[in-house]
C-alpha cells in the first residue's frame, strides 16, 4: 500500500454553478474558458484503490455537458482523496471529470452517477441503479475566452481529422505539421512516478530520472511532492524549446521491452488503476499540451497487443480504454494509437478497439494503428473508425520512407476514406536517428525521412532511436544528443508556416520531372514545392499566367526571412533553375496560370 502523506493542495476555486442540490460538495477547478481544462470534483463514497465494490469497475460517473445544441457525455473516473499526486493517497470519496468546453456561453452539466457489478464498461445507460451522492446533480456555468496566444494548444483548439491527410485546430482553423520524438517508448519509466515497478524486479534498470534535463525545469513550471518532476518536466520544455510539437510515449508495457509502464497498481493487475501515479502523468500531459506538444498515446505494444482478453473487446480492455479517455482525452492535439508493431490481433478484433475509441471519446480524436510485418491494409476504408496511420520502415538510410508514406495515402484515397499517414518509427531498429556526436550532418535522416515524409503528403515525422547507439530508444534521458537534427526539423516547420504553404490542399506528383530522386509537393497551377535531393536542374515553362521563384535551404534554414536566388517565369518562356550547389535544396515556385516541367 502506497503511503500517505499530509500533504494536500488548496483546490483553486474558480466559479460555483448553480446546483440543484447546495448540501452537495462539488469543487470546480481551472480556468472557465474555451478550450481550458476544468475539473469537476465529487464527493462521493469513500473507497480505495483495493476496495470491494471496485470503484474503477462497480461505479459509473458519467457528467453530460450540454450548450444548444452541443451536448457531450465525459466519463469520469475515481480520484482517490482527490490530490492523490501530491499525497500519494490510495483511498478518499473524491470522483473527478475532466472537460475542454469548445465554445462560449453558459453551460449546462447533469451527473450520472450508478453502480453495479463492471457497470464502468458499460453503455446501458439504464443498467445498474443510482449510487447516490451527485447522481442527477445539476449545475450551470459561464464559460469566456481564452487569453492565451502562441504555441500553447489552449490559443490553437481541438486538433481534429477533418477527412483530409492533415489534421486540423478547430480554434485557428490552421493545419498541423508535426516533428519530433517517438523515442524513447519509455518516456514514462520514471523514478519520481509513484508505484513499485521501480523495484518489482521488472526490468528496474530501464527505469529513468530525466537528469540531464533538470535544468530545463523553469521557476513557475509544475512539480509534485515538494520538488519531483523537474526532470521530465524540463524534458517537455526543451523539446518545446527546440520547436517541435511532438512526443509519444507507451502507456502499458507489461511484457514488453521496458516493462516499467502501465496504469495499474502493480505489474500483475488488471482491473486496479494507481490513481496517484496517473494524476503524475496528468501533470506531465498538461504541460505539454499548454507547451504546444501533440501527445502520441502508444496504447499498446506487440508484446502485450494480446494480453487483456486474448485481443478481445472485453471488460478489462475496455476499463484500460476508459481510464485512458477518462483521464487524458480533454487534452486537445493528441491521437489514440491502437499499440505499436500490431502483428497479432485480427481484422475483427482491431475494427473493435478502433470503434471503442470513437464511440466513447467524446472529443473524437484521431485514431490510428502501426505496423511491423502486418500493414493493416484491412483497415483502410470504412472498415474501421481509424482515422490515420502510424508508419514505421526498416532501412537505416530512411530510404523507404518517401514511397510508403505515399503508398498509404494513395491506398487510403482509392479505399474512400483518406488517411492522416505520419511516419512515427523512421529507420530501422538498430540505428535510426543516431547522435549529433556519430552523424552531425544527419543527411539521410533530413533528406529521406523528414522532407521524404512531408513531401509525400505525409502529416509528419516523429524520430525513433535505434538500439545500438548511445541514448537509444530504451535508454535514451538526454534529447540533446541529437540537437542537430532538431534544428533541422525546426527549419522544416518554421518553411512551411512562415511562407503559408497550403500543404493540406497539395498532391505528391513526383512524376513532373525527369529525375527520379526528386520530391514534388503540389498544388497544380498555384504552388510547387521540388526538392532536389542531390542538386540538380529542373526546366520549367510558364504556359499560362505568371510564376515567382527562389530557393530555400533546409541545411541552414537559409532563405527563411526572403527566398534566394530569386527569380520569375512568364507565359511563354522557359527557364532552366540550377541549385545553388551540389547538396539538397528545395526550390518554390508560385504563381498563377498553367506551368510545364520539362521531362
Known amino acids: 500500500m502506497k503511503s500517505q502523506h499530509l500533504l494536500f493542495n488548496t483546490f483553486l476555486f474558480i466559479a460555483l454553478p448553480m446546483i440543484s442540490n447546495a448540501a452537495l460538495a462539488t469543487d470546480i477547478t481551472g480556468q472557465l474558458k474555451i478550450w481550458h481544462k476544468i475539473t469537476f470534483t465529487f464527493a462521493g463514497p469513500a473507497s480505495s484503490e483495493t476496495a470491494n465494490p471496485n470503484p474503477f469497475l462497480d461505479y459509473r460517473l458519467n457528467v453530460t455537458f450540454s450548450n444548444g445544441k452541443k451536448h457531450y457525455i465525459i466519463p469520469g473516473y475515481y480520484a482517490a482523496d482527490g490530490d492523490a499526486a501530491n499525497t500519494s493517497a490510495d483511498s478518499g470519496n473524491k470522483w473527478r471529470v475532466h472537460f475542454a468546453p469548445d465554445n462560449t456561453g453558459s453551460w449546462q452539466y447533469k451527473v450520472s452517477f450508478r453502480k453495479g457489478k463492471n457497470i464502468a464498461v458499460s453503455n446501458d445507460v439504464n443498467i445498474g441503479e443510482s449510487a447516490g451522492y451527485m447522481d442527477n446533480q445539476t449545475g450551470t456555468f459561464q464559460v469566456n475566452q481564452t487569453d492565451k496566444k502562441g504555441r500553447d494548444m489552449r490559443a490553437k483548439g481541438l486538433l481534429q481529422y477533418v477527412g483530409k491527410g492533415h489534421l486540423r485546430f478547430a480554434g485557428t482553423g490552421k493545419y498541423f505539421l508535426k516533428c519530433g520524438t517517438d523515442a524513447p517508448e519509455n518516456f514514462l519509466a520514471y523514478a519520481d512516478f509513484d508505484g513499485d515497478f521501480k523495484t518489482d524486479g521488472q526490468k528496474d534498470q530501464l527505469v529513468k530520472n530525466w537528469q540531464p534535463h533538470i535544468k530545463d525545469w ?12 523537474k526532470g521530465i518536466i524540463g524534458a517537455v520544455n526543451y523539446l518545446a524549446g527546440q520547436g517541435l510539437n511532438v512526443f509519444s510515449f507507451i502507456t502499458m508495457n507489461i ?7 502501465f496504469p495499474y497498481i502493480n505489474y500483475n493487475e488488471r482491473n486496479r488503476m494507481d490513481c496517484s501515479k496517473l494524476d503524475q502523468w496528468e501533470i506531465v500531459f498538461a504541460h505539454g ?40 482525452g480533454h487534452h486537445l492535439a493528441l491521437n489514440w494509437n491502437l499499440g505499436e508493431e500490431i502483428n497479432n490481433a ?22 490510428v494503428i502501426h505496423n511491423m510485418n502486418d500493414p493493416h491494409y484491412d483497415l483502410l476504408g470504412n472498415k474501421s473508425e481509424l482515422t490515420g496511420f502510424s508508419l514505421q520502415t526498416n532501412q537505416p538510410d530512411f530510404s523507404k520512407v518517401h514511397d510508403q508514406v505515399k503508398n498509404y495515402i494513395d491506398r487510403s484515397i482509392a479505399a474512400g476514406k483518406t488517411w492522416v499517414v505520419a511516419c512515427d518509427e523512421p529507420g530501422d531498429a538498430q540505428h535510426a536517428l543516431i547522435t549529433d556526436a556519430e552523424d552531425p550532418d544527419h543527411d539521410n535522416a533530413r533528406k529521406n525521412a523528414l522532407w521524404g515524409a512531408i ?7 516523429e524520430w525513433y532511436f535505434g538500439y545500438k547507439h548511445p541514448n537509444s530508444d530504451l535508454t535514451c534521458q538526454d534529447f540533446r544528443s541529437r540537437e542537430k537534427m532538431w534544428q533541422q526539423c525546426r527549419y522544416c516547420l518554421d518553411f512551411f508556416d512562415k511562407y503559408q504553404i497550403p500543404f493540406w490542399d497539395m498532391k505528391c506528383q513526383d512524376e513532373l520531372t525527369n529525375n527520379k530522386d526528386d520530391y514534388v509537393l503540389c498544388k497544380s497551377g498555384e504552388i510547387y514545392l521540388v526538392y532536389l535531393k542531390n542538386g540538380g536542374k529542373v526546366s520549367v515553362a510558364a504556359n499560362e499566367g505568371k510564376f515567382n521563384c527562389g530557393w530555400y535551404n533546409p541545411r541552414t534554414g537559409d532563405g527563411l526571412e526572403s527566398l534566394l536566388a530569386k527569380c520569375e517565369i512568364s507565359k511563354g518562356n522557359k527557364i532552366e533553375l540550377s541549385t545553388p550547389d551540389k547538396n539538397d535544396w528545395l526550390l518554390v515556385i508560385r504563381g498563377n496560370g498553367e506551368l510545364n516541367f520539362d521531362n
Open 218 to 229: 523553469q521557476k513557475g513550471d509544475p512539480t509534485w511532492q515538494n520538488g519531483k518532476g
Open 346 to 367: 485480427t481484422t475483427a478484433q482491431k475494427i473493435a478497439w478502433a470503434k471503442y475509441f470513437h464511440d466513447n471519446d467524446p472529443y473524437k480524436h484521431p485514431i
Open 455 to 461: 513531401m509525400a503528403g505525409g502529416a509528419g515525422i
Open 255 to 261: 511484457e514488453g521491452d521496458d516493462r516499467n509502464v
Open 289 to 328: 499540451n499548454n507547451k504546444g506538444m501533440y501527445l502520441h498515446f502508444k496504447t499498446l505494444e506487440t508484446e502485450n497487443e494480446l494480453l487483456l482478453n486474448k485481443g478481445d473487446l472485453g471488460r478489462e480492455r475496455k476499463l484500460y480504454y476508459r481510464e485512458l479517455i477518462a483521464r487524458f
